[in-house]
């Protein structure tokens, strides 16, 4: 098979993971939250949101559920483009019908405007171990097999050396919200981060969609430390949709919320993002879990203290 010249992205991490392969130059077209690494900015943006990404997590909920219930993808994709960029290898996902375009929609674009010789790579990562083999599978796509468990064998080490680092350190029960309203406890991967990060986690499953919660199994919990990552959401705008949160009646009474231990996390960048980063985003929970051990692991302006 022919090593592809020219590529789509379709949503961030595969960007993300195209760029660590060192394959930008090849990179023609990508999705409208494609942002990282920053010199993919400009490039033609081929995807484009039906719900507004600036609401509130309840109004953000509710117009997803009424496109859902009319059977429609929450995400438009502009064939203009894509006729115009001509890639021959596309890279998106079916991990989550709510995170980027459908899978069904690209293949039905693939097959309208574009030839039938196009490449399409779906992702569909559960947990770290399937984020390893989606790069291992656009490596195998793009000819940089070589550079692939170059990459790989990096990201573990670092995972490695943050587990010895928190291993023998106390382990506080965690809360990391993918949602506030309503509420949604973290799932696929964030178990496994918030273990490598020095935490103890039992809202969700490793490997498991993200579930919903409820303000009373949340109480009941105690968390001692509250991690918000809203899907898609920057810390500011998380801050901006705090209201849903702290005017809860039951707010107040959480552990974590009396220790003055709940932050704020960069989801958009980092814990949403299957790609190479969620390693920044296990140094961004152990900083957050073990301030004085890990002081210095996370990225600059990544989180906040609510």
């Known amino acids: 098979m022919p090593v592809p010249a020219r590529i789509v992205s379709l949503l961030p991490s595969s960007t993300e993971i195209l760029c660590a392969l060192g394959l930008r130059d090849r990179l023609v077209g990508v999705s409208h939250e494609c942002d990282y690494p920053p010199d993919v900015i400009g490039l033609p943006t081929l995807t484009a949101p039906k719900v507004n990404p600036r609401g509130t997590s309840a109004a953000i909920d509710a117009r997803v559920r009424e496109i859902v219930r009319e059977g429609l993808s929450v995400y438009r994709i502009d064939t203009d483009v894509l006729q115009t960029l001509q890639p021959d290898l596309i890279v998106t996902q079916d991990q989550c019908e709510v995170c980027a375009v459908s899978l069904p929609e690209v293949e039905e674009a693939v097959r309208c405007f574009l ?71 973290a799932g696929n991967w964030v178990p496994e981060l918030v273990e490598i990060a020095g935490g103890e986690y039992a809202l969700a499953t490793a490997g498991a969609q993200s579930p919903a919660l409820t303000w009373e199994a949340l109480v009941a919990y105690r968390p001692e430390v509250i991690v918000l990552m809203p899907c898609g959401f920057t810390i500011r705008q998380t801050q901006s949709d705090l209201p849903a949160l702290t005017s809860h009646p039951q707010w107040s009474a959480l552990p974590a919320v009396q220790a003055n231990q709940v932050f704020i996390v960069d989801g958009s960048a980092y814990f949403n993002r299957p790609g190479p980063r969620l390693v920044e985003s296990a140094a961004i929970l152990a900083e957050i879990l073990h301030p004085q051990q890990c002081a210095g692991l996370a990225p600059a302006d990544a989180y906040v203290r609510v």
């Open 115 to 185: 030839t039938p010789d196009v490449q399409v790579i779906s992702l569909r990562p559960q947990r770290l171990s399937d984020i390893w083999e989606d790069i291992r599978r656009v490596a195998r796509a793009t000819g940089q097999e070589a550079a692939a468990e170059t990459l790989i064998h990096s990201l573990k080490k670092r995972i490695w050396q943050l587990e010895q680092t928190t291993r023998h350190l106390p382990r506080p029960r965690v809360a990391c919200l993918e949602w506030l309203d309503p509420l949604m406890a």
